[in-house]
C-alpha cells in the first residue's frame, strides 16, 4: 500500500505538473467507480495538492471572473492498494482513470487522472483529513514525537512494536516497508513490547553541554526509533526526487511518470510478476527500480526472515523475532535474489474505527473477478502454496454406476514441485 514518501511525492508531482495549466469544465468520474461524485464545475480553475501521511488532499481553486462563482473545494484522497495521480492526452486516458480534470480549450486538452487499477482508493469531496490520523511523520515530526510519547500508556502500545507502527493514530504514513527498514536498522527485534521500546526515548535527552549544531550531529550518526520514522521515509523522498530529476533531463513533459508509482509498485510486489516487472505505474523496465532496491536493507530482501502478524502483514526481519511472536508462526527466511519482493496480500494499514473494517471488508468481497484475474502472479489469495483439493464424489459415482475400476495411477513425488 501506498506509504508517506509515497503520497508525498505524489502530491508534488501534481504541483510540479498543473503549474501554470488552466482546468475548466466538470469533473468527471467512470461509470463503474463507486465512490461519490464530485460537484464541482468552473469555467477556469487551478490545482494543487498537500500530502499529509497517508492522505492527499486536492484543491481546485476557481480563477478571478470564472463561472459560475464559488468557493474553492477540496477533495482528500486515500490511495488504497494501487492508487496514483497520472498527467495525460484528454484522447488516450490511461486504464483505471476512475477520476479526471480536464484543461480548458483552447490549448491540446489534458487530463489529470487519479488512476487506481484496484479501486480500492477513496476520495472525500468534504475536505477534511480522516479523524484520528496522527501528525505526518514526514513533515510535522515535532508533533508526531510528541503525541507518541505523551500517550505510551495506550493500549496500541501493548502490542508488538511491528504492530504498533501501522497504527495511523500514532505513526501517520508509516506502512510495511518502512517499518521493516527502520526496525532493522536499530536491530529491535519485530514482536518486542512496543511501550518496552518506547519509554526508554522518555528517559534519553542530550546533555545540556552540547552545542546545537553537536547536538543535531549526535541525532544524525545515532538517531532513536522516533527520529528514524521521520529520517527514513525522508530518504525515500530523496530517492524519488534524484530520480525524476533525471528523467526529466531526457523525456518529454508529457511522458513524465512521478516515482512514487515505482515505490508504489514494489510495495505491491505481486504486481512484478507480471511481464517486464511492469505495474500499474511507469511504464518502463527493471531499470528504473535498481536505485530503491539498493537502498532496501531488509524488505524483501535475501537472507531476511518472515513472519506475518496479527494482521496478517508480512514482517521482515534478521535475527530472533521477539518475546512477543505468534505462537506456532513459522519463520520463512529468503534465499535467492531471484525470488519477487513481498509475495503477499496487500492490506489497508490499521483501521481506525468499525466503520472503516467494514467498509474495507464490503470492498474486498465486491471487488470485480475481472481484477482479481488479470494475470499470473496477482492471484488474491492469501496462501498461494496450498495446493487445491481435487473434487470428489462425481468420479467415485461414475465408478459404481458402472461396475468398473480404472488402473490405478502412479504415485508422483510432489515434493519437487511444491519446492519449485
Known amino acids: 500500500m501506498p506509504e508517506g514518501p509515497e ?84 484522447d488516450a486516458l490511461p486504464p483505471h482513470a476512475h477520476l479526471r480534470f480536464y484543461t480548458a480549450p483552447p490549448a491540446p486538452r489534458l487530463a489529470l487522472c487519479f488512476v487506481d487499477i484496484r479501486r480500492f482508493g477513496h476520495w472525500d469531496p468534504e475536505g477534511e483529513w480522516q479523524p484520528g490520523r496522527g501528525p505526518c511523520v514526514l513533515l510535522e515530526y515535532e508533533r508526531f514525537r510528541d503525541k507518541v510519547l505523551r500517550n505510551l500508556s495506550d493500549k496500541a502500545f501493548d502490542r508488538p512494536i511491528c504492530e504498533a507502527l501501522l497504527d495511523q493514530r500514532f505513526f501517520n504514513g508509516i506502512g510495511n516497508y518502512l517499518r521493516a527498514e527502520i526496525l532493522y536498522r536499530l536491530k ?4 518486542e513490547k512496543a511501550r518496552t521500546v518506547l519509554e526508554a526515548l522518555q528517559q534519553s535527552r542530550p546533555s545540556p553541554e552540547l552545542t546545537l549544531s553537536q547536538k543535531i550531529k549526535a541525532k544524525l550518526q545515532n538517531p532513536d526509533l522516533l527520529e528514524l ?43 512484478l510478476n507480471r511481464p517486464g516487472g511492469k505495474g500499474y505505474g511507469p511504464e518502463r523496465g527493471e531499470e528504473d527500480f535498481a536505485a530503491f532496491r539498493a537502498w532496501l536493507q531488509c524488505y524483501g530482501m535475501p537472507g531476511m526472515s518472515s513472519l506475518r502478524d496479527r494482521h496478517g502483514r508480512t514482517i521482515w526481519f534478521k535475527g530472533e523475532p521477539g518475546p512477543l511472536a505468534p505462537k506456532g508462526g513459522r519463520s520463512r527466511k529468503k534465499k ?20 472503516t473494517i467494514s467498509r474495507t471488508r464490503r470492498d474486498r468481497k465486491h471487488a470485480p473477478k475481472s481484477i482479481a484475474q488479470q494475470s499470473e502472479g496477482t492471484s488474491l489469495q492469501q496462501n498461494q502454496e496450498t495446493p487445491t483439493a481435487p473434487k470428489k464424489g462425481k468420479r467415485r459415482g461414475r465408478l459404481a454406476a458402472t461396475g468398473r475400476r480404472r488402473p490405478p495411477k502412479s504415485k508422483v513425488d510432489t515434493r519437487s514441485q511444491e519446492a519449485s
Open 7 to 90: 503520497l508525498h511525492l505524489a502530491s508534488c508531482f501534481v504541483n510540479e505538473t498543473c503549474k501554470g495549466l488552466v482546468f475548466g469544465g466538470c469533473v468527471e468520474k467512470s461509470s463503474v467507480s463507486r465512490n461519490p461524485e464530485v460537484p464541482f464545475e468552473s469555467s477556469a480553475y487551478h490545482i494543487s495538492a498537500v500530502a499529509r501521511g497517508k492522505e492527499l488532499r486536492l484543491t481546485l481553486s476557481p480563477l478571478p471572473g470564472a463561472q459560475p462563482p464559488q468557493k474553492p473545494l477540496s477533495l482528500v484522497f486515500r490511495f488504497g492498494m494501487s492508487g496514483s495521480f497520472q498527467l495525460a492526452p484528454a
Open 188 to 191: 529491535i527485534p519485530p514482536f
Open 229 to 271: 520514522c521521520h529520517l527514513v521515509p525522508k530518504e525515500v523522498v530523496q530517492l524519488g526526487e534524484a530520480w525524476e530529476a533525471k528523467m526529466a533531463s531526457v523525456l518529454c513533459f508529457s511522458s513524465v511518470r512521478y516515482w512514487a508509482a515505482i515505490l508504489l509498485t514494489l510495495e505491491n510486489g505481486s504486481l
Open 336 to 355: 535467492s535474489k531471484e525470488t519477487q519482493l513481498g509475495a503477499e496480500v496487500r492490506k489497508e494499514d490499521l483501521p481506525l474505527s468499525s466503520k
